[in-house]
């Protein structure tokens, strides 16, 4: 689920923020952080355009919330909400570097793994 911009210029000095799970598995509350509409405001006061979700099996919850919240999204900020994608290397941390005329340089959000107490 995508919420777009007004404005469908091409912004030369594009900035990415890629938030993921990392796997297949789901971490709600990352998730839920990428969705506070404060960070939105924060992110687009860095001079962030983009910011793109990767949140596993959690994307139907997470494109409700997205819904719901969608008269908050700052103006100039393209959310886009996702399960996965084949390479998310590939696909989406790359979008990450910066790149001469085309992109600042951007951020991923990652949590650290899962824990698993074993006695």
């Not at 598995?25 to 793109?52: C, I, M, N, R």
């Not at 494109?63 to 886009?80: C, F, T």
Request: glycine share 8%.
């Amino acid at each position: 689920f995508k919420i777009e911009p007004m404005t469908s210029d091409s912004n030369p000095t594009d900035r990415f923020c890629l938030v993921t799970v990392g796997a297949t598995v789901g971490f709600k509350k990352l998730t839920e952080a990428a969705l506070d509409p404060t960070f939105w405001k924060y992110l687009v006061s860095q001079g962030f355009t983009e910011l793109h979700v990767q949140c596993g099996p959690d994307v139907a919850w997470a494109s409700k919330e997205l819904i719901a919240r969608k008269g908050d999204a700052p103006r100039g900020l393209n959310i886009d909400i996702f399960d996965m994608r084949k390479n998310l290397m590939k696909e989406e941390m790359t979008l990450c570097k910066p790149q001469d005329g085309k992109r600042q340089l951007g951020l991923v959000i990652s949590h650290a793994g899962t824990f698993h107490r074993h006695c």
